[in-house]
Each structure stands twice: as C-alpha cells, then as structure tokens.
Nanobody
C-alpha cells in the first residue's frame, strides 16, 4: 500500500519561499525510483489543479502559472518528493497535495484524475 505524507506548509509573505515535502512509503526502492509523481493544489471553491509533475525518468512538467518559480526535486535516497516554491504570490494560496501515478510514465501528466495515490495535504498561505 503506497502511503504519502506531506509536510512543510505554512504562512509566508509574498515573494518568499517554502519547500513542501512528501514522504513516500510502500514502494520498493526500484518502484519508487520509477514512480511518476506530482503536486496538486486546491483553493476553496475551485477545482484541484496540477502544479508540477515528474515522470518515471525524471522529465518534469509545470503549470504555466508556476513556471520559473516552482521546482519538483525527487530525492532517491530518502524516498521524498519536494516542491520548492519561490517568489510566492497570493494566488498560490491553496491546500497542496502530493500524488503518485499508478503507471510508469516517460512523460509526466498534470491530470489529477490519472493519479491513484494521494496524501492528506498541507496548507500554504501567502500574505501581502
């Protein structure tokens, strides 16, 4: 059973940075290395949207709204996925979720409906 636990959310001023972590368990080391994973967010009253994803062979994909500000490093020794968020804006306020795709994907996807495993979320707040 794949289990994802997010942490690192909090409140930051606009222009600041946060790093979210997603601890992953339930995979063998090889399965984790090949897992395609992503970060998603959901603001109140809005649909869940894809923010960043990493494919099974380290290709990355970012939503236009976060390109140049967010990165999705994957630590293969700690079985932890990160979301490094820089230059945060008030429009980044949301609950952020880590997710794992059930298939090996060369090309990552930001389509939430395709992901089979989800964490419980961590809240990010940006103040002006």
């Amino acid at each position: 059973q794949v289990h994802l636990v997010e942490s690192g959310g909090g409140s930051v001023q606009a222009g600041g940075s946060l790093r979210l972590s997603c601890e992953v368990s339930g995979y063998t080391d090889d399965e984790y290395a090949r897992a395609s994973m992503g970060w998603f967010r959901q603001a109140p009253g809005q649909e869940r949207e894809g923010v960043a994803a990493i494919g099974s062979f380290a290709a990355t994909l970012y939503a236009d709204s976060v390109k140049g500000r967010f990165t999705i490093p994957k630590d293969y020794t700690k079985n932890t996925l990160y979301l490094q968020m820089d230059m945060l804006k008030p429009e980044d306020i949301a609950m952020y979720y880590c997710a794992a795709h059930p298939l090996v994907l060369n090309i990552p996807t930001l389509r939430a409906s395709e992901y089979g495993y989800w964490g419980q979320g961590t809240q990010v707040t940006v103040s002006t």
